[in-house]
C-alpha cells in the first residue's frame, strides 16, 4: 500500500532563517505531488504542484520554493523566512487525476 | 473556473442526532467532487468522492453525500453523530476538463461540534 510522510512534525525557527521540508512518497511512483499552507483559521492555499521529476509550477509567489529531485521526494524550501510563513504545511499526492491523500503535516512556527 | 461554496462555517449537533454539511460547487465541466475531514493537527483524510458514478456516494464511518446536478450541490450526511466527527470538513471539487493535472478547489471549511 501507498504511503506519504512527511518531516519534521513540528518546526520553531526564527525570523530570517531557512526552512527545508520534505514528503515522500511509498508504494507507487511518478506521483503527483503538491504542497499546501493552511493558516490558522484559514482554508488550504495550494503552493506548487509537480507532475514529474525537476518538473515545479508554482501557484502563488512568494517567499518560498519547492524541488523535487527523485520521483517521490517533494522538498520545500525558504531562503529567509518570514513571520507570515507561520502555518500547517501539507502535503499530498494523487496515483491519477482524482482523490488526493495527504501526508500528516508540518505544524511550523516562525517566531 | 470552479469553485465550492460551504454554506456553514459551523455546525453545532447532540450526539446520536443527523448531521448536514453543504456544499455547492461551480463547474463549468463535469466535476469530480470530494469530502476530506481534518482533525487537529492531523492531515484531511478522504471521506468520499464522487467521480461521474453513482449520484449516493457513501463513505467511511457511515457518511455520504449526493450529487445533483440540477441544483449543484454535494451535501455530506450521517444520520447519527458521534463525539469522534468533532472535526473540521472540506467539500472540494476538481475539474479535468479544465485542469488535467488535477487541481483542487477546497471550500473553506465546515467546523462540526458534538455536544453529548
Known amino acids: 500500500s501507498q504511503t506519504i510522510h512527511q518531516w519534521p512534525a513540528t518546526l520553531v525557527q526564527p525570523v530570517g532563517s531557512p526552512l527545508s521540508l520534505e514528503c515522500t512518497v511509498e508504494?507507487?511512483?511518478?506521483?503527483?505531488l503538491y504542497w499546501y499552507r493552511q493558516a490558522a483559521g484559514r482554508g488550504l492555499q495550494l503552493l506548487f504542484y509537480?507532475?514529474?521529476?525537476?518538473?515545479i509550477s508554482s501557484e502563488v509567489p512568494q517567499n518560498l520554493s519547492a524541488s523535487r529531485p527523485q520521483d517521490r521526494q517533494f522538498i520545500l524550501s525558504s531562503k529567509k523566512l518570514l513571520l507570515s510563513d507561520s502555518g500547517f504545511y501539507l502535503c499530498?499526492?494523487?496515483?491519477?487525476?482524482?482523490?488526493?491523500?495527504f501526508g500528516p503535516g508540518t505544524r511550523l512556527t516562525v517566531t | 473556473a470552479q469553485s465550492v461554496t460551504q454554506l456553514d462555517s459551523h455546525v453545532s449537533v447532540s450526539e446520536g442526532t443527523p448531521v448536514l454539511l453543504r456544499c455547492n460547487y461551480s463547474s463549468s465541466y463535469s466535476p469530480s467532487l470530494f469530502w476530506y475531514v481534518q482533525h487537529p493537527n492531523k492531515g484531511l483524510q478522504l471521506l468520499l468522492k464522487?467521480?461521474?458514478?453513482?449520484?449516493l456516494v457513501k463513505g467511511i464511518n457511515g457518511f455520504e453525500a449526493e450529487f445533483k446536478k440540477s441544483e449543484t450541490s454535494f451535501h455530506l450526511t450521517k444520520p447519527s453523530a458521534h463525539m469522534s466527527d468533532a472535526a473540521e470538513y472540506f467539500c472540494v471539487v476538481s475539474d479535468l476538463a479544465t485542469d488535467s493535472w488535477g487541481k483542487f478547489q477546497f471550500g473553506a471549511g465546515t467546523q462540526v461540534v458534538v455536544t453529548p
Open positions: 508504494g507507487t511512483s511518478n506521483p503527483n
Open positions: 464522487y467521480t461521474s458514478a453513482a449520484t
Open positions: 509537480s507532475v514529474g521529476i525537476g518538473q
Open positions: 499530498a499526492w494523487t496515483p491519477s487525476s482524482y482523490e488526493q491523500y
